[in-house]
């Protein structure tokens, strides 16, 4: 009985899991960012491109930290991440075969509505960061290695500030969404990039307190792996993305993207 | 905390209205965790089997190893299921990372030690209670442990109904494996790591009670067929 059960049930099962791995056309695997995944920038950008080409983007949302190594072990066939700095290394080491502007949005200071540090009346980024420091106020860190942990690291180094190991710096180590919720729970200011935040809901007593200053600028870069290094990368499809998001009608689609009304990415012209 | 209504709520709403991202999600995730399960059942029922009935050196050793894996957790699984199935890992060259094939092979990991412990515990009572009419059948230890599973399958159910329940609630390894990749590798457990990222929690809560839901019709189903097939046997 048991068997006669199993030997129907087998087939099933393998026509299941053939069923599972079918996908309709070409595929790529992009390996980016909980920013542009969480915003819904891709749900927004995606579908238009994989109208116009017929190939389906699969994406796979990290950290930058993450996504570059994802990408230097072969396991993607493009990155899409925040951290020009490290970006550009990427392309120097030989992992990367080029690497290209796309668009650009910005970081933004969160904290409790109260504003214990004083941060909305600070003139620069940099103020801001020296002023949560000075008063020893509450600060979720990513501490992932991400983009925006990047960006963190570099203003509290500008300020000449080390929060590492301090009580009141929470290095939450996980993404930009369970920080937020971090923050939210304790009251604690964070530094996050506008479309996580502009999608984020839990958000409790939080609000935007520090924003539009200039060293807040948050770039974002496209890059293909290098198939020299990994043979198995799917260069052509791969490059029809990138020449596409590159392109005026991608830099359109990432104009038009909005939520709740507002532009969250702006396209950036390829120098 | 209205929180909680509210999940509720749009618990009900999802399930009435048989949302079709939904439902392909939720396909999905039975599609991968019953073929781990499945595959589980061959391999971990068996292995239980003959650590209870074989007698070898270091047989109390391996009980103990075993009992010890179902504790592993399923983020160390993903990750060394990941670093095997990396293009720049051993098994690279068959491209299984972020596929619905690599979610299998990280839950079969996870159930098989899980299956195998409650297999060893059930037949090994079973073996205690006939061990010497077999021995008097002479029977080898292979037979033995044939023997013994067939009559062991309606307890037996519970370890596969357990791999069932750790293969379709673990997060840590499908979200490593598979990448949460939408329309690809989204399952119900990845989803609500994403939804609770986005803060979104009467939603990650709703989803929530979605899996919790189907769990249970999956062990009210299993419960139903045992009664059933045990009755027609009497």
Known sequence: ?271 | MGGFSQAFAEAFVLLWRFDAQVLEIVLRSLQVSSLAVLIGTAVGLPLGACLAVGQFPGKQTAAVIINGFMGLPSVVVGVVVYLALSRSGPMGEFGLLYTPSAMVIAQVVLVVPLMAAIARQVVEDAWRNYQEELAALRFGWWDTVRVLLHDCRFSLSVAVLAGLGRAMSEVGAVMIVGGNIDRATRVMTTAIALETSKGDLPLAIALGIVLLVLILLLNAGAFALRTTVMRRFE
């Not at chain 1, 950290?63 to 230097?72: I, P, R």
């Not at chain 1, 929470?170 to 937020?180: F, I, N, R």
């Open chain 1, 1 to 271: 009985m048991a068997s006669g059960v199993l030997k129907r049930l087998i087939p099933a099962l393998a026509l299941s899991a053939a069923a599972l791995t079918v996908q309709a056309g070409e595929s790529i695997t992009l390996a980016s960012t909980t920013s542009t995944e969480n915003s819904g920038l891709f749900g927004y950008i995606l579908p238009i491109f994989e109208k116009a080409s017929g190939i389906q983007v699969n994406v796979v949302a990290l950290g930058t930290g993450q996504a570059l190594d994802v990408g230097k072990r072969g396991d993607a066939d493009a990155l899409l991440v925040h951290d020009r700095a490290k970006e550009e290394s990427f392309v120097a080491e030989g992992y990367g075969a080029y690497r290209k502007d796309v668009m650009y949005n910005d970081f933004v200071i969160v904290g409790p509505a109260a504003d214990p540090a004083g941060v909305a009346g600070a003139k620069t980024a940099d103020e801001a960061f020296a002023k949560i420091a000075d008063s020893g106020s509450t600060f979720a860190s990513r501490a992932d290695r991400s983009g925006t942990h990047a960006a963190e690291l570099r203003f509290w180094k500008a300020v000449g500030k080390d929060p590492e190991g301090k009580p009141w710096y929470k290095a939450s180590g996980s993404g930009m969404g369970a920080t937020l919720n971090m923050a939210a729970g304790v009251g604690a200011y964070t530094l996050s990039d506008r479309g996580s935040w502009a999608n984020f809901k839990n958000r409790q007593d939080l609000k935007i307190l520090f924003q539009g200053d200039p060293q807040l600028y948050n770039p974002y870069g496209v890059i293909l792996i290098n198939p020299a290094k990994h043979p198995h990368v799917k260069k052509a499809a791969a490059e029809r993305f990138i020449d596409w998001i590159t392109s005026d009608a991608g830099h359109q689609a990432i104009a038009d993207f909005k939520l709740n009304g507002e532009q969250l990415f702006f396209p950036l012209k390829a120098k």
